[in-house]
């Protein structure tokens, strides 16, 4: 079989695949010269050549032969520029050509001028380049190294198939280092401006608390945890890389840095309120005890219940305002023998035989203190209200004063001032009798009047 067609050696036969030929390659040249064998081999084992009647065109790598009536074969080496570069040898061959290693022994007849070498009958030889294998309509088709396990890439390496060829690759974010591909350290370029994490293959940047990844995923930007629900029971502030929790006025930020409590304002101090301290959600009120109002913030003043109209005294009756209160009395209050003759003021007539022994006036008058007044205070002073020359007036408690708690000193002739002699605590009342006894030189003469004072002590030190 082999000799009848090698003495046609230039008649017209389909190449295997007109795709793969002409083609290089850069195997080793001992591996494709037994590649080029297999190929031509097959070439020559074709079917028995069948003559046409006529051509009028021939496949590539052939030229029409017009005395021979055939396609005939080019020869590429001749008529390609260049065919092969560098060190490669250009072999003609059936339908193309093939460049070799000029090291490599080639069998002496490619060019059609001899017999092929004889076809060993068992073997199944491939007719197709390196990389190709024939499919089931004898056409080459490229093999797949890579699926069918026929490369050599290492376990780190990947694999893609090429066209006759594959070719190992370090995956992305990897590095060949010697035969391996090595992972990349992203992390050492600084790539992240908080944190990098280093993955195999690639990187990721994180951030540190209170920070996020910015839309370019390296740089971190604050996170507003105001603005997502941070946990502030009151007031939230951010800032940068955090935040901050803050209480209203009133309330006090708790060791959980979350919540608010109120501040008992009333147990900071006893002076924030003179009377009553209140202590109310993020703030204190100060109160007043019945018969004062709120001056300012703090202070208690007395309601002058005789002014504001408060009271309850009748048409008959005087209205004595007192710190805490107010008391009605009678308008009239002289007592017999005692005849009114004015507002606050009775009058014993000298005509008046029960008058003999009895100050000749009694004048009412009230007055209002404190508890606890710190002592001596002066509280009253009485005047006598007509000086008469020569004459002579002693002032003295007549009654009212069994504990001692208020003594008299005297001023000059005509005046005298009455001092509380002892702390007091109200509410307490007490009506003192102020007798003036006014005597002339020659002690000839003897007046006596009597100063009622009704001396009210408040509850309280205000
Ligand atoms: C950032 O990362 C996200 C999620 O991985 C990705 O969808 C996005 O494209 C990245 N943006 C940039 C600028 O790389
Ligand atoms: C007190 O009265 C006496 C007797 O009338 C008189 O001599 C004396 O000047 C008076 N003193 C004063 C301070 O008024």
Known sequence: MGGAV?????FCQPPPSPRMLPFTSCLPGSLLLWAFLLLLLGAASSQDPEEPDSYTECTDGYEWDADSQHCRDVNECLTIPEACKGEMKCINHYGGYLCLPRSAAVINDLHGEGPPPPVPPAQHPNPCPPGYEPDEQESCVDVDECTQALHDCRPSQDCHNLPGSYQCTCPDGYRKIGPECVDIDECRYRYCQHRCVNLPGSFRCQCEPGFQLG?????????????MGAPCEQRCFNSYGTFLCRCNQGYELHRDGF???????????????????????????????????????????????????????????????????????????????????????????????????????????????TSERSVPADVFQIQATSVYPGAYNAFQIRAGNTQGDFYI??????????????????????????????????????????????????????
């Open 215 to 227: 839309p370019n995923n390296r740089s971190c930007v604050d996170v507003n945890e105001c603005d």
């Open 409 to 462: 000193r005297q001023i000059n002739n005509v005046s005298a001032m009455l001092v509380l002699a002892r702390p007091v605590t109200g509410p307490r009342e007490y009506v003192l009798d102020l007798e003036m006894v006014t005597m002339n030189s020659l002690m000839s003469y003897r007046a006596s009047s009597v100063l009622r004072l009704t001396v009210f002590v408040g509850a309280y030190t205000f």
């Open 259 to 369: 919540s608010c409590s109120d501040i008992d304002e009333c147990s900071y101090s006893s002076y924030l309120c003179q009377y009553r301290c209140v202590n109310e959600p993020g703030r204190f009120s100060c109160h007043c005890p019945q018969g004062y109002q709120l001056l300012a913030t703090r202070l208690c003043q007395d309601i002058d219940e005789c002014e504001t109209g408060a009271h309850q005294c009748s048409e008959a009756q005087t209205c004595v305002n007192f710190h805490g209160g107010y008391r009605c009395v009678d308008t009239n209050r002289c007592v017999e023998p005692y005849v009114q003759v004015s507002d606050n003021r009775c009058l014993c007539p000298a005509s008046n035989p029960l008058c003999r022994e009895q100050p000749s006036s009694i004048v009412h008058r009230y007055m209002s203190i």
């Open 6 to 10: 090698a003495e046609t050696p230039d």
